[in-house]
């Protein structure tokens, strides 16, 4: 039997559910070897994913009995089906939606290669349609800041096709903006035009970086997006804002404005909202970085603190979507899925308007990506659509 040259996780799945064997399961061996690379299937391949479809691989000649893979929480045991009497064994699984895990191959009870793996169904709005308007995305020039001073930044500015003078429109910022400006207008487009949202412009802001290289871009970002005042705030109100106006016209009311981020990103939007929630109503972060990165002089000063603040203080007029995985980052500034739950318990206790999705995901976007439509619709749901 011939066999296709390109294989896919479900082509490979079809493949192996043949059993072949002689000069059939010699190709098809040697398509699996060059698939996944002929030095990684040594010791084990890192999937293949499409959906939640994932293929397995590895070359395993000294094996006495079939290879398997085996995750962490111990909820997965694949094991590999040789192929014919070549040695590579392969196997492709459907993972239940959201699966997380660290995989690790076992060949003879030794283990071998290890590595993460989380997969989701995307939501229909993530994909592109070609029958709806689409916004525009204007690359802005560099911006150099007075407020961090001697800070040069990328950032984008997402017009809605929608969007007219006459009506001021929402708008949401996002932190990182190289990495949300990818995907975030597609998903504005589809949700703007099937009236799920109200039109909304997008600002998508890089963290600033200095051209002498004096500070790390790494170290800027943390100093920027995990401190806990207002520096970063007054940034975005006094230098961005009036830069966009300039091109849009914003809507001033709280209600209207949104923040997002990732990581630092994500308790930047918050720190942005706490402080000003006249501002700014609504928060959506993933993966937030509730952690003592931010230590400070006294070792204690970072965000860590929020839900004991949140907790102790006044109620503030802010709505707050939290995404994290039990796989996320675990290190001398915090464990992140423990500082987000205890971030959702204040919001709770205290009667915040929230949502907290948690799942088995890592330290990524990869979840808040998959279900970003439904997080803006509830994000959202008290905007009128109508200008």
Excluded at 91 to 111: F, H, K, S
Excluded at 183 to 199: C, H, Q, S, T, Y
């Amino acid at each position: 039997m011939a066999y296709a040259d390109n294989l896919t996780p479900l082509l490979l799945k079809q493949r192996l559910a043949d059993n072949p064997t002689g000069a059939a399961a010699e190709q098809l061996a040697e398509q699996v070897r060059n698939w996944f690379g002929s030095t990684e299937i040594k010791d084990g391949a890192p999937p293949r994913v499409e959906g939640l479809t994932t293929a397995w691989a590895i070359e395993a000649a000294d094996a006495t009995v079939p290879p398997k893979v085996v995750s962490d929480n111990g909820r997965y045991t694949i094991p590999l089906q040789r192929i014919g009497q070549t040695p590579i064994y392969a196997a492709v699984v459907d993972l239940p939606n959201g699966a997380g895990m660290i995989w690790t191959y076992e060949v003879n009870g030794q283990r071998k290669r290890s590595g993460n793996l989380e997969v989701y169904t995307k939501e229909p709005e993530t994909n592109y349609d070609p029958h709806v308007a689409h916004g525009k995305l204007i690359q802005m020039p560099e911006w150099h800041s007075s407020i961090f001073a001697g800070t040069v930044r990328n950032w984008w500015i997402y017009v809605p096709a929608e969007y007219t003078p006459e009506h001021p429109a929402c708008v949401m910022v996002f932190q990182d903006g190289g990495y949300y400006k990818n995907f975030v207008p597609n998903v504005f487009d589809n949700l703007i035009a099937k009236r799920e949202m109200p039109i909304t412009v997008g600002i998508f802001v890089d963290p600033g970086h200095f051209p002498d290289n004096h500070i790390s871009a790494g170290e800027e970002r943390s100093f920027e997006y995990d401190t806990l005042s207002d520096q970063y705030t007054r940034f975005l109100l006094e230098e961005i804002f009036p830069a966009v106006e300039k091109v849009v016209r914003l809507r001033e009311d709280a209600a209207s404005r949104a923040i997002a981020g990732i990581s630092s990103g994500g308790i930047c939007a918050f720190t942005v909202a706490w402080n000003r929630p006249d501002q700014f109503s609504k928060v959506m972060s993933w993966v937030g970085s509730f952690t003592d990165l931010a230590a400070g002089k006294t070792l204690v000063e970072g965000g860590h603190n929020y839900p004991f603040l949140i907790r102790r203080l006044p109620k503030k007029p802010i709505r707050v979507f939290l995404q994290d995985g039990s796989h996320d980052l675990d290190n001398i500034a915090g464990n992140w899925p423990l500082c987000n739950q205890q971030m959702a318990k204040a919001l709770a206790f205290k009667g915040y308007d929230y949502e907290f999705v948690f799942g088995e995901g890592f330290h990524s976007g990869a979840q808040g990506e998959a279900i970003l439509p439904s997080t803006l619709r509830w994000l959202w749901r008290d905007v009128p659509i109508d200008p």
